[in-house]
């Protein structure tokens, strides 16, 4: 079974650019989870995808970030206009819906490293 | 809001000693789970272990083993018999449950643990 993806690994852009980074999640998970983090400090939630739907978005930082699901499978991130400050991990993860607490695990992707210039 | 603190940035032990990493989080809730997840370098973060607040038993995954004391708030991952392999950057991590509707994880800052030939 294939893992969580995530495209690009790296991505290097200039202030004021757009980037769009991509999650793939695990086939058949409902969840997908975003999440960030910024050198040294702790990886911290953005937001909260069920199906197609945004269940919470209490992380996002500004709205420069885009988020979407079309379909309810893979989603995309995107910084638009990007600011130095938005340079960090991306963390993609996926888990089952879960059912009286269980199957909670999630799985994160490798990540993307954004760098903005 | 939910808190982890984890206060050791980086630690280094001997292979095949045993090794305490330390978190402590901060909750008004009863009812929550507790997590270590490890990032080995390049590589996917994944779960090591788990831990369920409603049970007393600390919980146990081979040479992974939990203290969890709920009324301290402390959760600590013991790794035994220490091997190459778990160099890595370890995440404590707190949720809610599921049905509390709120599925986020909250991460501390990571111990980065490196055994030593």
């Known amino acids: 079974e294939a893992g969580v993806t995530q495209f690009p690994s790296h991505s290097v852009i200039e202030k004021g650019q757009t980037v769009t980074l991509r999650c793939d999640p695990i086939?058949?998970?409902?969840?997908l989870y975003w999440y960030r983090r910024v050198m040294g400090k702790e990886i911290k939630f953005l937001l909260h995808f069920v199906k197609e739907s945004k269940q919470d978005e209490s992380g996002m930082p500004n709205n420069r970030f885009l988020a979407e699901r079309t379909g309810g499978t893979y989603s995309t991130l995107k910084v638009q206009p990007a600011e130095l400050e938005d340079s960090g991990v991306y963390f993609c993860a996926s888990s089952p819906l879960s059912s009286g607490g269980a199957r909670n695990e999630q799985f994160f992707g490798p990540g993307t490293r954004l760098t903005v210039l | 809001a939910q808190t982890v603190t984890q206060s050791q940035p980086e630690m280094s032990v001997q292979e095949a000693e045993t090794v305490t990493l330390s978190c402590t989080y901060d909750t008004s809730e009863n009812n929550y789970y507790l997590f270590w997840y490890k990032q080995p370098p390049s590589r996917q973060m994944i779960l090591v272990i788990r831990?369920?607040?409603?049970?007393?038993q600390n919980a146990t995954e081979n040479r992974f083993s939990v203290n969890f004391q709920k009324a301290a708030k402390s959760f600590s991952l013991k790794i035994s018999d220490s091997q190459l392999g778990d160099t890595a950057m370890y995440f404590c991590a707190f949720m809610n449950p599921p049905n509390f509707g709120n599925e986020k994880l909250t991460f501390g800052t990571g111990t980065r643990l490196t055994i030593i030939p």
């Open positions: 831990q369920e607040a409603y049970k007393q």
């Open positions: 086939s058949g998970h409902d969840n």
